[in-house]
DNA sequence: GAACTTGTTGACTCCGTGGTCAGGTAGTTG
DNA sequence: CAACTACCTGACCACGGAGTCAACAAGTTC
């Protein structure tokens, strides 16, 4: 019985078990990086809820650093990428409609990914403030730019671009950051499909109402 | 030299001996809290700024958790203050002008307070979910009802009430929870009055818009 | 299957932190 | 000024957490 298990469950080349446990841990990280914060959360813990000794992480990653900083990487991109399928040839309205679908889905999917991302800024970025600098930067002021042109086209009212977009991201940001409030508030034990539902159309409806959108 | 210090300087009551540190314990904590979180925050931190003892700091509040929880009971009467003023038989033009003014305000003025209460609700609330669940849910229920009464009246469009109030109390937060955020990105090293002038008008004209609230 | 690389792990060290305590000093009260 | 209370603080302790290490096991390569 021990063989068979051995050559049916343990028999995996070096690549996948790295590939494994990687994944795991990284995952499981995410899990309490978002839950207890970087100082709430303990090695042990990680390794406790991956069913993995402690150095076993360690021999992984380096430091605890190390291993919140991976974490952090994938975080960013994930968190970046909506923004970039925004144009200055769409019209507004169907732009700005699908890019806060595609963050209150963020929300939704990731949002241990979010809630990471959001105590990293709420305590001033001290990990990713370079890269927020650059990259981040380079592609804010880039969708500001298409705000711009969509005003120019009288396409929408002429507002801050810069705030519009803070508004849009924290709104939506909201039901991953503060989706435990609302739920409580609501009476819930935690947000249902309907409540993010709800919520990105009626962020939709009062962003393209408010910025004065003409219906095509 | 040293006896007119005595007298002029440390001639204090035993009453406003503790008044004084007391206040400058929990203005220090506030800070340390809000940069780097409970966890981030130690004891010795606090002392050291405040220019205490350690002990000095315990002397006062027995425990790390009882400071942090003196900090917490300030912060939700400042946040839930201004929602008190909204009443059903004010036009939500400047009722919800007036709010969100008070909240870009608090952003300003209170940021520290403000990002504690953020970090807290964004790990679950741990330590005031209590007070969520009888205090604010009681006002942000009453409120709800102010809402859906000027809805009755049609002084605006039929919206979700408590979505509504999720996204002012997001997009005016942002300006405390991701001020840091929002400077890099625009190249500054912190947020400006005019800042905080040019959201706040940003977000009163979207939500108003976007509620098609008539002007008067 | 021998030499080598990669993965695994328990025991250990080191250090920072929350919290205690005992012995002080400064204000208060009769 | 004597007895008392409130305030102050350095030395100390216990604990938990990050990270090391050495020895071993499992896969790989020829």
Known sequence: MNDMKKSVIK????ADIRKD????????AEQRFAEYGYN???ISAIADQAKLPKSNILYYFKTKEVLYKEVLSKI??????DMEEMTAEQHPKQALRHYILL???QSKDHSNASRIFASELLHGAPF??????TDLKTQFIRTCQVIREWIAKQWMNPISPEHLLFMIWSSTQAYADYG?????LMGKTELEDDDFETGAELITQIVLKGCGIKLL
């Open 40 to 42: 709430g959360t303990t």
């Open 103 to 105: 963050k209150i889905k």
């Open 76 to 81: 960013l991109k994930i968190w970046m990428v």
């Open 128 to 133: 990713l403030r370079d890269k927020l600098q």
């Open 21 to 28: 446990n990687l994944q795991l841990i990284l995952s499981v």
């Open 11 to 14: 028999r995996r080349k070096s």
């Open 180 to 184: 435990l409030q609302s739920s409580i």
